[in-house]
Nanobody
Framework: QVQLVESGGGQVQAGGSLRLSCAAS????????MGWYRQAPGKQRELVAT???????NYADSVKGRFTISRDNAKNTVYLQMYSLKAEDTAVYYC??????????WGRGTQVIVSS
């Protein structure tokens, strides 16, 4: 298994920025991709961004041009830099580690609140 710990959430005004971090430990070599997802109150969890081991990146349309996902392999950490935050970005943000047939592991999440 992979253990994931998110950090960096908080409350910010609309237009502000935050950087989320996700530190991974455990079976690191089994990870094929990592991603950020979010879940707003009353809504389903949705993709925000993913990054593969080869560096391929995918973003949800709603965050393109505002969010940047990156990874530091030396630190086993994935980041989500968020700019120009909007009220609709308010959600609990979850990190995940995809391990192919071995499954997917999730962190506990970090709350982001954007006030208008």
């Amino acid at each position: 298994q992979v253990q994931l710990v998110e950090s960096g959430g908080g409350q910010v005004q609309a237009g502000g920025s935050l950087r989320l971090s996700c530190a991974a430990s455990g079976s690191i070599l089994s990870i094929s991709a990592m991603g950020w997802y979010r879940q707003a109150p009353g809504k389903q969890r949705e993709l925000v961004a993913t990054i593969t081991g080869g560096g391929r990146i995918n973003y949800a349309d709603s965050v393109k041009g505002r969010f940047t996902i990156s990874r530091d392999n030396a630190k086993n950490t994935v980041y989500l830099q968020m700019y120009s935050l909007k009220a609709e970005d308010t959600a609990v943000y979850y990190c995940n580690a995809q391990r192919g047939i071995l499954g997917t592991d999730w962190g506990r999440g970090t709350q982001v609140i954007v006030s208008s």
